[in-house]
């Protein structure tokens, strides 16, 4: 008989995770407490990059990633996914070098760029450095739509999506999670995975177990619809902005969004002063609305994906690179619960680790 297998969270994360499932014959059970899209997902500036994120094991998680996204743009043909490359100019001259450098020698070339070829990219910024680094082969995608198509795919395979269904706690018997408990009662499952983002801890301390976490938010401003007027992902310093495929510009004070202690609304507007001051041809277009989201983030700020203290029957996966690693992380979790056989790359994101105790 196929595994039962219950998803909590329909978030990018958590949409993946539920596709490789399902692809793999798993009987798939989503369960999401609101819309569809989840939380996080839809407050995410949606970079897929490989030119950020220390450690080294880190980046090469992120690098697979990459090489998995393009597999699955090719299996999943309503995938949108923009590989714009970005432009980097966002840190002091010698960081940004010494950055640089460990990039190539870990395999990933930054294309050093003046600012003529700067321009040429992105011809519609004002504001030019000396020079930045190009990021070729990275990409952007609409999160939210991203999520659904996801699981979209997965019910064509069979999954059941209920959304608007609160997780009240992990069902447990005899020591192992068994399923979940909702409004209506539990829900079983051979194999319960935690992909809810921010309360990925409630959940995990309902049958004792603690992770320690951090969800701060990050506020990015969003313009009114507009001709195109830019081509990539441009990472400035104290702006990071994008166009959407419907011709909004998203921008944050970096990619993670500023934080929105005090006036959000007075921080939005003032992102999008700052927007229309550095785009050409965006003069006046104004602020339509503001997202304030919460990055789901283990203590150390790395992913946690496994099986938390070997506690049978749950599974967990948290990360603030969600979109970047949502790819891979659907691809190794679907793999180790169906075949018991965990990816080397994950070696060091076990959610057992000390720093997270």
């Known amino acids: 008989m196929p595994k039962r297998i219950i998803v909590i969270g329909s978030g990018i994360i958590g949409a993946s995770i539920a596709w490789h499932l399902a692809k793999a014959g798993a009987e798939v059970t989503v369960i999401e407490a609101g819309g569809t899209g989840g939380l996080a997902t839809r407050a995410s500036w949606a970079w897929i990059n490989a030119s950020w994120g220390n450690p080294e094991p880190y980046f090469r998680l992120r690098i697979r990633s990459i090489e998995h996204w393009h597999k699955m743009q090719s299996e999943i043909r309503e995938l949108a996914i923009d590989w714009c ?29 003046g600012r003529e070829e700067i321009h040429a990219i992105e ?26 198509v996801l699981l979209s795919a997965a019910r064509a395979r069979g999954a059941e999506v209920l959304a608007g269904t609160p997780v009240k706690w992990l069902a447990e018997e005899h020591g192992r999670v068994v399923g979940v408990m909702t409004d209506e009662g539990v829900i079983h499952a051979d194999e319960t995975v935690v992909a809810a983002g921010a309360n990925t801890a409630q959940l995990l301390d309902s049958v004792g177990l603690t992770l320690k976490m951090n969800a701060p938010a990050g506020l990015l401003s969003h313009s009114k619809p507009a001709p195109k007027l830019l081509n990539g992902l441009v990472m400035t310093p104290g702006l990071h902005l994008r166009q959407t495929a419907e011709g909004r510009i998203v921008a944050g ?74 790819a891979a992380l659907g691809l190794f979790a679907a793999q180790e619960l169906a075949t018991g056989q965990r990816d080397p790359l994950l070696a060091t994101f076990s959610p057992d680790r000390p720093s997270l105790a």
Do not use: C
């Not at 504001?127 to 995608?141: H, K, R």
């Open 253 to 326: 004070a970096d990619f993670a969004g500023a934080d929105p202690e005090g006036d959000a609304e007075e921080l939005a507007a003032e992102l999008q002063a700052k927007v229309e001051a550095m785009v050409e041809g965006a003069e006046g277009l104004g602020l339509d609305f503001f997202t304030a989201g919460y990055r789901p983030t283990p203590a150390d700020g790395f992913s946690a994906i496994g099986r938390p203290h070997s506690k049978n029957g749950l599974y967990l996966v948290v990360t603030h690179s969600g979109v970047t690693l949502a």
């Open 123 to 148: 011809p519609n910024l004002r504001q030019l450095p000396d020079y930045g680094y190009f990021a070729p082969g990275e990409g952007m995608l609409e999160p939210l739509a991203t999520a659904e």
């Open 85 to 113: 490359g970005g432009l980097i100019w966002d840190l002091p001259p010698a960081e940004l070098d010494a950055y640089a450098a460990e990039r190539a020698a870990w395999g990933q070339p930054l294309r050093k760029v």
